[in-house]
């Protein structure tokens, strides 16, 4: 689907009915808190059901478009004796949205960027960090916990065994092909803002770029973002 797209497209209706079905939607779930792909074998353990009917689901979701699909042998073994490559899955990249009757925030979001983008004295591009900031501290005063604030914008935070809280998800991430240093810029004031709004050190907030997540890292309490050489 194309990122201008508006209203319900079938294929983002195919995708999000397949999640109507409890366990199909638990194991969507699963697989989507998991760092690694996810065997047959992990889920069904994971979600309590056997494993040919997480088997089942795991494929229909495939189908959907909502989980990709690879293969790799146990442990990595190769050669003679290893085995068949297993099957995994981990969530798509693939974005769903309905919206009914048609909005295209999508489209919004782009002319924004692209307007950003064409200012000549950035004035634009200022206004709107400052506009993000404003508005992560707002989100974090109003819910004081900051992986909270952080999940209900959709960052999907999830803390590393050092301490460092990752962000799993990109919630601009339709737009941050086209304007990747805006998106970033705007992903680290809104993160710098909920720093703020929940009464923690903004400076934690590292811009570091990588792929597979969003471009920020929170650093633990006392510890800084390190200054980019």
């Known amino acids: 689907m194309s990122s201008m797209g508006t209203g319900a497209a079938p294929d983002d209706l195919k995708g999000l009915g397949a999640l109507a079905d409890p366990a199909r939607r638990g194991l969507y779930e699963f697989v989507a808190g998991q760092r690694e792909p996810v065997t047959r074998e992990t889920a069904a353990s994971g979600t309590g059901m056997s494993r040919t009917l997480a088997a089942y689901h795991l494929d229909k979701l495939a189908e959907a478009g909502l989980l990709d699909v690879s293969y790799a042998r146990k442990d990595g073994r190769t050669g003679p004796g290893s085995g068949r490559p297993a099957k995994q899955y981990t969530r798509a990249r693939q974005e769903l949205a309905v919206s009914l009757p048609p909005r295209n925030y999508r489209l919004l979001a782009h002319i924004l960027a692209g307007a950003a983008a064409d200012?000549?004295?950035?004035?634009?591009?200022?206004?709107?960090?400052?506009?993000?900031?404003?508005?992560?501290?707002?989100?974090?005063?109003?819910?004081?916990?900051?992986?909270?604030?952080?999940?209900?914008?959709?960052?999907?935070?999830?803390?590393?065994?050092?301490?460092?809280?990752?962000?799993?998800?990109?919630?601009?991430?339709?737009?941050?092909?086209?304007?990747?240093?805006?998106?970033?810029?705007?992903?680290?004031?809104?993160?710098?803002?909920?720093?703020?709004?929940?009464?923690?050190?903004?400076?934690?907030?590292?811009?570091?770029?990588?792929?597979?997540?969003?471009?920020?890292?929170?650093?633990?309490?006392?510890?800084?973002?390190?200054?980019?050489?």
Not at 200 to 219: K, Q, T
Not at 223 to 229: K, L, V
């Open 119 to 229: 200012a000549a004295d950035g004035a634009l591009s200022a206004a709107l960090t400052t506009a993000a900031e404003r508005a992560g501290s707002e989100l974090g005063e109003q819910v004081h916990q900051l992986p909270e604030a952080l999940t209900i914008a959709g960052y999907e935070p999830e803390t590393t065994d050092d301490g460092d809280l990752f962000l799993r998800n990109c919630p601009f991430d339709r737009v941050v092909a086209e304007h990747t240093e805006l998106v970033c810029s705007l992903n680290h004031a809104v993160i710098r803002g909920a720093l703020i709004g929940t009464g923690e050190d903004p400076e934690r907030a590292e811009l570091a770029p990588c792929d597979g997540r969003c471009c920020v890292v929170i650093h633990p309490a006392g510890a800084r973002a390190r200054t980019p050489e």
